[in-house]
């Protein structure tokens, strides 16, 4: 009779963790883009569209390419987006980091005066971050963390609002630190935060630089799927963006 119990204890066990698994997967999506992503405009700029002349009126995410002739552009396939933060998983230590190379942004760069650069939104494909777990990735994309499986919620964008230290002059070569404020929207809560900004100016066609932040991901509504395995997750989270751009 013992037996008998513990034998269907263990298959309601099974069971709820099945339940949770299949909500796990199919909550997640395949992780493939809805659309490709594409660059957004400068605003007040004369953009190239598809081969069409239009007016950038306001900074938004386009539909299709809108650069702007000689700005630089940043280079997805060179470019790379991510988030680091710790959790103890099955009772270790450990440092989670998603990457992800769906990034999108462009910058007209003022080389005589650094302080009248203008920039696009910077936007980041969120369904698309891998880590190093597949099971990981897919809840990462569900309802409780980032619910980028939907299409409301796919992108990550950041918006300029100001920088400060970003001023004088830059020839091939040099190397500027600055701090870009903006507002960062994720999972459809906007918060201002301050990415602090390497950038060197590589040769006439390429900036090469690295921008990070630290925000929590409570002020933005990210929870923490509970699973038996994954304890203490910091609420902080680095934001990291390795870019390359190229000179349209």
Do not use: H
Not at 133 to 138: E, G, H, L, P, W
Not at 154 to 159: G, L, M, V
Not at 171 to 192: A, P, R, W
Not at 240 to 246: E, H, K, M, S, V
């Amino acid at each position: 009779m013992r037996r008998s119990i513990w034998a269907w204890l263990a298959l309601g066990v099974l069971a709820v963790g099945g339940s949770a698994f299949a909500w796990v997967w199919f909550s997640g999506g395949s992780g493939e883009p809805s659309t490709e992503l594409t660059t957004p405009t400068i605003a007040g700029q004369t953009t190239t569209t598809a081969g069409t002349t239009s007016t950038g009126d306001e900074t938004s995410t386009s539909t299709t390419n809108a650069t702007v002739e000689g700005a630089y552009v940043i280079q997805s396939e060179q470019s790379e987006a991510s988030f680091m933060l710790n959790e103890v998983l099955r009772g270790e230590p450990k440092t989670v980091v998603g990457v992800t190379s769906e990034v999108a942004g462009q910058f007209i760069l003022e080389r005589d005066d650094l302080a009248a650069t203008q920039f696009s939104d910077i936007v980041v494909n969120a369904r698309t971050f891998v880590t190093d777990s597949a099971t990981r990735d897919r809840a990462i994309r569900g309802p409780i963390i980032l619910n980028s499986a939907t299409d409301e919620f796919e992108f990550i964008t950041f918006t300029v609002t100001g920088a400060n230290g970003l001023e004088g002059s830059a020839s091939v070569g040099d190397t500027v630190t600055f701090t870009l404020i903006g507002d960062l929207t994720i999972k459809g809560e906007t918060n201002e935060v301050e990415f602090e900004v390497t950038a060197t100016l590589v040769d006439e066609s390429t900036v090469e630089g690295t921008a990070t932040t630290e925000v929590l991901r409570s002020d933005f509504g990210i929870g923490i799927p509970s699973v038996a395995s994954v304890a203490d997750v910091t609420d902080e989270v680095t934001l990291t963006l390795d870019f390359i751009a190229a000179r349209s």
